[in-house]
């Protein structure tokens, strides 16, 4: 399916890896110009080369910036003074018991998951909506809604992008700009695969084993009983930056793999 994507400019923030490599890299093949976000200058380049090696047509640039950083995040907009799509990917995890979640851990989520994104977005809304054309992609979690109670000070960022998904929504009213959250389950980026084989350090297993008996014992309310592919995700949110779904409005789009045992 062509998603009519041809020629957009999409900024992916931490799209050296994980989920925000995947979303890159669908983009990509829908013929968008990708920005590639990271800390690290060489990694950025690594993505932007196999990007443009994939997809020849388009024209992936580096886009390096720590974007917690507010001097980095200005030097970031004058590079790129305006995007067609924007997917505020980025974001940190961590297990935490909540007695050692600290008022400056609590600051950095904060920072980090919710005023970075909501600094990018701000910027770049006011250009989409005077283009008349836009997308805004917040990347959440389905612990936004359902809260395992292991990452406190995580989940509670990923309940406020969903608040501030529909705040934003709801000022492109009547325009073809749209604000949206994807809400991920379990996936399998290269961080999660660590963790797991450093669960499971018996060589005769395969990771698919170690995948099934991980699920079997940590996430059994999950209904897909293995991690949610980068791609996935990735196919997912190029559909939503298309425009093919601008009825998705402030919405939040699950792909949890069944982990809320809710409809809604
Ligand atoms: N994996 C899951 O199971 C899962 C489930 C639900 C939701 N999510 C959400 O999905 C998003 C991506 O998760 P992931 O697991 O794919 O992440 P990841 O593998 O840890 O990748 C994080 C990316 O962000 C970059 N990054 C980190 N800090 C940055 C900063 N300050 N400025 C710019 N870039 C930065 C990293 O590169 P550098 O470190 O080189 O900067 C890397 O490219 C997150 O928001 C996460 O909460 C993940």
Same mark, same amino acid.
């Given at each position: 399916?062509?998603?009519?994507l041809?020629?957009?400019?999409a900024?992916i923030t ?7 490599? +995947?979303?890159a ?14 800390r690290? %200058? ?5 993505t932007?080369?196999e990007?443009k ?10 886009a390096t +910036? ?11 907009f ?20 909540y ?5 400056e851990v609590?600051e950095k %989520?904060?920072?980090?998951?919710v005023l970075a ?6 910027? %770049?809304?006011?250009?989409?909506l005077k283009n ?5 992609? =917040? @990347? +959440? ?6 809260p395992?109670g ?6 509670m960022?990923?309940s ?5 998904s529909?705040?934003?929504s709801k ?10 959250? @994807?809400?991920?389950?379990p996936t399998?980026s ?6 797991i ?6 060589e005769?297993?395969?990771?698919s084993?170690?995948?099934k008996?991980?699920? $079997?014992a940590n996430?059994p309310?999950s209904? @897909?009983?293995? =991690?949610?592919?980068p791609?996935? @995700?990735g196919?997912? $949110?190029a559909f939503v930056c298309?425009? %093919? +779904?601008s ?7 699950r792909?949890d793999g069944?982990m809320?045992p809710?409809?809604f």
């Open positions: 399916m062509d998603m009519g041809n020629n957009k400019t900024l931490g799209s050296t890896k994980g989920i925000g490599k +995947a979303i890299i669908e983009l990509a093949k829908e013929g968008v110009n990708v920005l590639i976000n990271g690290n %200058y060489d990694e950025v380049e690594q932007v080369n990007i090696s994939k997809f020849p047509t388009t024209s992936p640039q580096n +910036a720590d974007i917690v950083d507010k001097e980095q995040r200005k030097a970031l004058e590079k790129y003074p305006e995007v067609d799509i924007l997917v505020n990917n980025m974001g940190i995890y961590e297990i935490m018991q007695e050692d979640v600290d008022d609590w %989520y904060f920072r980090t998951n994104a909501n600094g990018l977005a701000k910027f %770049y809304l006011s250009k989409m008349d054309y836009g997308r805004i992609v =917040f @990347i +959440a979690s389905e612990e936004a809604i359902m395992s292991q990452m406190p000070q995580y989940c960022t990923k406020m992008l969903l608040s501030l529909k705040s934003l000022l492109t009213r009547d325009t073809e700009v749209t604000v949206n959250t @994807i809400m991920p389950g399998l290269e961080k999660v695969h660590q963790i084989e450093g669960i499971y350090t018996n005769n297993m395969t990771f084993e170690k995948e008996q991980f699920m $079997a996430l309310q209904e @897909i009983q293995r =991690f949610i592919r791609i996935e @995700i196919r997912l $949110a298309s425009p %093919y +779904a009825a998705f409005k402030g919405s939040p789009i792909m069944g809320v809710t409809i």
